[in-house]
């Protein structure tokens, strides 16, 4: 067998990513472990005996074949470390999973991708600042990257898909196995209008341990994470930490000191991460986001009719929010036309005051 087949055969034995990468790390080329005896493989002290008797095991090659056919019968498809169109941003961290699932499709679009994750028993705040943050993101072309758990990953996801956005759920089961059962609806929506995606084999159960592990891909598919809503010990502070380990940055929503809820997202704040107050929070950090949101923001309001001193205003107003003399000093207009520029802005809903005369795009 080739890597390619090697890959997808030692997944469906359920030898987990680290083992492969383990084993690539130490002989090259994982399509040597088809040649490889008991006595090397126990040398290489990187599989268990179970593992190592799954992969002496050459009868299971046979069925290798009917398992990529049941794939494909189940609607998804496999990628691995391998091909192409296997996802550039997992390609950075080091535990990448070896091999994906996907239901639906990964576009290169998803590039510009936010995590949002939280607590499963999410509160009425955590429920509207979900929506909010989660639903502008995907208006200005964010994917939002999230677990499709109960509570705030749900809330995400459909905050995502309302908004005729892009979304990606990352399971902690086989890519057939929907949970909790109740999203079956939902499963079938990011199906159509994003990705749901696994590493794990088909039939895999939803087990404790999984979600850790889908986690790491959660944050690694983002440009960043925000956690909406934590307790101190919660799933959400550890794809906090693997974003943090990934180099990406990391937002939290502040909550009230009495909070169970809030208690773990005052303490990633605590900790460094920025606090998320409104999604302009995001867009500032990175980059590509300030550019988006530049982008969307003049595509709509092409239609809208403005004046040529409106545009202007509008103008130096993409540069961040702005204070009304800076506007007025970097347009040449006087002060009394900025005012009443920003004024009739306002009317438009083009902008909007964030505090004593500073305004920012709507």
């Not at 509160?123 to 999230?146: F, H, M, N, P, R």
């Amino acid at each position: 067998m080739d890597g390619r087949s090697t890959l997808i055969w030692l997944n469906m034995l359920q030898i987990p990513s680290d083992k492969i990468c383990s084993f690539i790390n130490w002989f090259g080329d994982i399509a040597e472990i088809n040649n490889m005896s008991d006595v090397d493989l126990r040398s290489s002290g990187i599989f268990s005996e179970l593992q190592i008797a799954r992969i002496l095991d050459k009868n299971s090659i046979k069925d290798l074949t009917q398992y990529e056919k049941k794939v494909r019968i189940k609607g998804a498809e496999i990628l691995t470390d391998f091909d192409d169109d296997y996802p550039e941003a997992l390609k950075s961290i080091d535990d990448r999973p070896m091999i994906l699932y996907v239901r639906g499709s990964l576009k290169k679009e998803d590039a510009v991708a936010i995590g949002i994750v939280g607590s499963r028993k999410a509160t009425s705040y955590g429920k509207w600042a979900c929506e909010k943050i989660s639903g502008d993101l995907a208006g200005l072309g964010v994917t939002i990257v999230s677990g499709m758990a109960s509570g705030i990953d749900t809330y995400a996801h459909r905050a995502a898909l309302d908004s005729e956005g892009r979304t990606i759920a990352v399971l902690g089961c086989g890519v057939d196995v929907v949970y909790p059962q109740k999203n079956k609806t939902l499963y079938e929506e990011i199906s159509s209008n994003g990705a749901v995606i696994s590493e794990f084999p088909l039939g895999t159960q939803p087990l404790p341990y999984h979600f850790p592990m889908r986690n790491r891909i959660i944050s690694g598919l983002s440009l960043g994470i925000a956690v909406i809503e934590a307790q101190e010990k919660s799933g959400s502070l550890i794809t906090a930490s693997y974003a943090a380990s990934q180099g990406k940055d990391v937002f939290a929503v502040p909550g009230n000191i009495n909070s169970l809820y809030s208690s773990g997202t005052n303490l990633l704040i605590k900790d460094g991460a920025k606090p998320l107050l409104t999604t302009e929070d995001i867009i500032e950090e990175i980059p590509v986001l300030r550019s988006n949101s530049r982008k969307m923001f003049n595509k709509g309001h092409e239609k809208i009719p403005l004046s040529e001193t409106e545009k202007k205003v509008l103008g130096v107003l993409q540069e961040g929010p702005l204070h009304s003399d800076i506007i007025a000093l970097r347009t040449g207009l006087d002060i009394s036309t900025v005012l009443g520029t920003l004024m009739i802005l306002e009317m438009k809903e083009t902008i909007k005051e964030l505090s004593s005369r500073t305004f920012t795009l709507r």
